[in-house]
Protein backbone atom coordinates (compact mmCIF):
# COMPACT_ATOMS: atom_id res chain seq x y z
CA UNK A 1 0.00 0.00 0.00
CA UNK A 2 3.17 2.12 -0.66
CA UNK A 3 2.52 5.61 -2.28
CA UNK A 4 4.94 8.28 -3.91
CA UNK A 5 3.19 11.59 -2.32
CA UNK A 6 3.78 15.08 -3.74
CA UNK A 7 2.92 17.54 -1.10
CA UNK A 8 2.32 21.41 -1.22
CA UNK A 9 3.17 24.33 1.70
CA UNK A 10 -0.02 25.22 2.70
CA UNK A 11 0.60 27.91 6.01
CA UNK A 12 2.48 25.71 8.45
CA UNK A 13 2.11 21.80 7.34
CA UNK A 14 1.65 20.44 3.77
CA UNK A 15 -0.62 18.94 1.60
CA UNK A 16 -1.29 16.30 -0.90
CA UNK A 17 -1.18 17.11 -4.16
CA UNK A 18 -1.27 13.50 -5.54
CA UNK A 19 -0.83 10.09 -4.51
CA UNK A 20 0.35 7.17 -6.58
CA UNK A 21 1.33 3.61 -5.74
CA UNK A 22 4.71 2.65 -5.77
CA UNK A 23 7.18 -0.09 -4.55
CA UNK A 24 10.05 0.65 -1.98
CA UNK A 25 12.31 -0.82 -0.05
CA UNK A 26 10.75 -1.78 3.42
CA UNK A 27 10.99 1.69 5.95
CA UNK A 28 13.93 1.55 7.60
CA UNK A 29 15.42 3.59 11.33
CA UNK A 30 13.30 5.41 13.51
CA UNK A 31 9.82 4.86 11.78
CA UNK A 32 10.14 1.44 10.85
CA UNK A 33 7.12 -0.79 11.26
CA UNK A 34 7.48 -4.48 11.92
CA UNK A 35 5.59 -6.30 9.27
CA UNK A 36 4.64 -9.77 10.77
CA UNK A 37 4.57 -12.54 7.85
CA UNK A 38 2.83 -15.98 8.22
CA UNK A 39 3.89 -18.53 5.80
CA UNK A 40 1.07 -21.68 4.54
CA UNK A 41 1.54 -25.02 3.04
CA UNK A 42 5.13 -24.46 3.68
CA UNK A 43 6.49 -21.29 2.06
CA UNK A 44 4.29 -21.07 -0.88
CA UNK A 45 1.36 -18.91 0.17
CA UNK A 46 2.42 -16.27 2.50
CA UNK A 47 -0.18 -13.44 4.70
CA UNK A 48 1.89 -10.31 5.62
CA UNK A 49 0.41 -8.45 8.45
CA UNK A 50 0.62 -4.95 9.68
CA UNK A 51 -1.36 -4.15 12.60
CA UNK A 52 -3.41 -7.88 13.77
CA UNK A 53 -2.30 -11.15 14.07
CA UNK A 54 -4.36 -14.47 13.98
CA UNK A 55 -5.32 -16.07 17.13
CA UNK A 56 -4.39 -19.65 15.60
CA UNK A 57 -1.97 -18.85 12.63
CA UNK A 58 -2.33 -22.79 12.35
CA UNK A 59 -5.88 -23.19 11.79
CA UNK A 60 -5.35 -21.10 8.22
CA UNK A 61 -3.41 -24.05 7.15
CA UNK A 62 -6.54 -26.16 7.62
CA UNK A 63 -8.13 -23.53 5.37
CA UNK A 64 -6.48 -24.54 2.76
CA UNK A 65 -8.34 -27.88 3.03
CA UNK A 66 -11.30 -26.72 2.20
CA UNK A 67 -12.78 -26.06 -1.35
CA UNK A 68 -12.44 -22.63 -2.55
CA UNK A 69 -16.10 -20.10 -2.68
CA UNK A 70 -16.15 -17.41 -5.05
CA UNK A 71 -18.35 -14.61 -4.54
CA UNK A 72 -18.43 -12.16 -7.80
CA UNK A 73 -19.19 -8.27 -7.16
CA UNK A 74 -20.54 -7.56 -10.54
CA UNK A 75 -17.86 -4.59 -10.32
CA UNK A 76 -15.95 -4.42 -13.86
CA UNK A 77 -12.95 -2.56 -14.86
CA UNK A 78 -10.67 -2.46 -18.04
CA UNK A 79 -7.86 -3.84 -18.14
CA UNK A 80 -5.51 -1.02 -18.04
CA UNK A 81 -7.38 0.64 -15.58
CA UNK A 82 -5.85 1.66 -12.35
CA UNK A 83 -7.83 0.23 -8.85
CA UNK A 84 -4.88 1.50 -6.74
CA UNK A 85 -7.80 3.17 -4.56
CA UNK A 86 -9.86 -0.45 -4.10
CA UNK A 87 -6.47 -1.59 -2.33
CA UNK A 88 -6.61 1.19 -0.08
CA UNK A 89 -10.50 0.77 0.70
CA UNK A 90 -10.06 -2.62 1.58
CA UNK A 91 -6.83 -1.71 3.72
CA UNK A 92 -9.10 0.80 5.54
CA UNK A 93 -12.73 -0.96 5.26
CA UNK A 94 -11.52 -4.84 6.68
CA UNK A 95 -10.83 -5.87 9.99
CA UNK A 96 -7.75 -8.54 9.64
CA UNK A 97 -6.58 -7.08 6.59
CA UNK A 98 -3.35 -8.45 4.96
CA UNK A 99 -1.87 -8.48 2.16
CA UNK A 100 -1.54 -12.49 0.29
CA UNK A 101 1.47 -12.99 -1.85
CA UNK A 102 2.46 -16.44 -3.53
CA UNK A 103 6.03 -18.07 -4.33
CA UNK A 104 6.52 -18.67 -7.90
CA UNK A 105 8.97 -20.98 -7.65
CA UNK A 106 6.85 -22.84 -5.26
CA UNK A 107 3.29 -21.98 -6.49
CA UNK A 108 0.92 -24.80 -7.16
CA UNK A 109 -2.21 -23.03 -8.28
CA UNK A 110 -3.77 -23.22 -5.49
CA UNK A 111 -4.43 -19.64 -4.97
CA UNK A 112 -4.64 -16.90 -7.75
CA UNK A 113 -4.41 -13.69 -6.16
CA UNK A 114 -4.44 -10.53 -8.54
CA UNK A 115 -0.71 -10.03 -8.17
CA UNK A 116 1.26 -12.45 -6.37
CA UNK A 117 3.09 -10.28 -4.92
CA UNK A 118 0.90 -8.44 -2.38
CA UNK A 119 -3.04 -8.58 -3.06
CA UNK A 120 -5.36 -7.22 -0.48
CA UNK A 121 -7.02 -9.91 1.67
CA UNK A 122 -8.87 -10.47 4.86
CA UNK A 123 -8.39 -13.13 7.84
CA UNK A 124 -11.14 -13.64 10.50
CA UNK A 125 -10.10 -16.58 12.28
CA UNK A 126 -9.90 -20.35 10.27
CA UNK A 127 -10.66 -18.52 7.07
CA UNK A 128 -9.39 -15.94 4.62
CA UNK A 129 -10.33 -14.46 1.54
CA UNK A 130 -8.31 -12.46 -1.20
CA UNK A 131 -9.23 -10.25 -4.11
CA UNK A 132 -9.63 -11.45 -7.12
CA UNK A 133 -10.25 -11.05 -10.92
CA UNK A 134 -11.78 -13.03 -13.92
CA UNK A 135 -11.97 -12.31 -17.50
CA UNK A 136 -15.86 -10.49 -18.15
CA UNK A 137 -14.86 -10.14 -22.48
CA UNK A 138 -11.00 -9.18 -23.96
CA UNK A 139 -11.31 -5.98 -22.31
CA UNK A 140 -12.74 -6.28 -19.38
CA UNK A 141 -12.55 -7.95 -15.79
CA UNK A 142 -14.58 -8.69 -12.73
CA UNK A 143 -13.53 -7.42 -9.28
CA UNK A 144 -14.26 -10.10 -6.97
CA UNK A 145 -13.22 -12.99 -4.45
CA UNK A 146 -11.24 -16.27 -3.22
CA UNK A 147 -11.59 -17.69 0.54
CA UNK A 148 -11.06 -21.09 2.16
CA UNK A 149 -11.86 -21.64 5.25
CA UNK A 150 -14.86 -23.19 7.74
CA UNK A 151 -16.10 -18.99 7.00
CA UNK A 152 -15.42 -18.91 3.50
CA UNK A 153 -18.26 -17.62 2.15
CA UNK A 154 -19.57 -14.79 4.74
CA UNK A 155 -15.55 -13.72 4.20
CA UNK A 156 -15.40 -13.80 0.07
CA UNK A 157 -19.17 -11.99 0.22
CA UNK A 158 -17.58 -9.15 2.90
CA UNK A 159 -14.99 -8.33 0.41
CA UNK A 160 -17.27 -8.48 -2.43
CA UNK A 161 -19.47 -6.19 -0.68
CA UNK A 162 -16.11 -3.67 0.26
CA UNK A 163 -15.88 -3.61 -3.80
CA UNK A 164 -19.30 -2.72 -4.46
CA UNK A 165 -19.14 0.18 -1.60
CA UNK A 166 -15.69 1.43 -3.24
CA UNK A 167 -17.53 1.05 -6.89
CA UNK A 168 -20.61 3.12 -5.62
CA UNK A 169 -18.87 5.61 -2.82
CA UNK A 170 -14.97 5.71 -3.76
CA UNK A 171 -14.37 5.13 -7.45
CA UNK A 172 -13.42 7.65 -9.63
CA UNK A 173 -13.51 10.02 -6.53
CA UNK A 174 -11.29 12.25 -4.88
CA UNK A 175 -7.85 10.94 -3.57
CA UNK A 176 -7.17 10.95 0.25
CA UNK A 177 -5.64 13.92 1.56
CA UNK A 178 -2.73 13.53 3.46
CA UNK A 179 -1.12 16.62 6.21
CA UNK A 180 2.21 16.40 7.09
CA UNK A 181 1.62 18.76 10.45
CA UNK A 182 4.36 20.12 12.74
CA UNK A 183 5.24 17.27 14.58
CA UNK A 184 3.70 14.59 12.59
CA UNK A 185 1.93 12.95 10.02
CA UNK A 186 -2.22 13.12 9.99
Given at each position: M???????????????R???????????????????????????????????????????????????????????A??????????L????????????A?????????????????????????????????????????????????????????????????????????????????????
Open positions: TRSITFVRAGDHLVSSAKIRGFVKMQGARAHAERLLLLRGREIGLRFDDSWPVDADLLNDALDTTRVEAWSGVTGRKEPFDTLQWLATALEGFCLIVDRTLDTGLVAPVNPIATPSVVDEDSFAYLALRQVDEATVEFGAHAFGPNAAVLAEALADQIRIWDRDHRGGPWPTYLRLPGGYQ
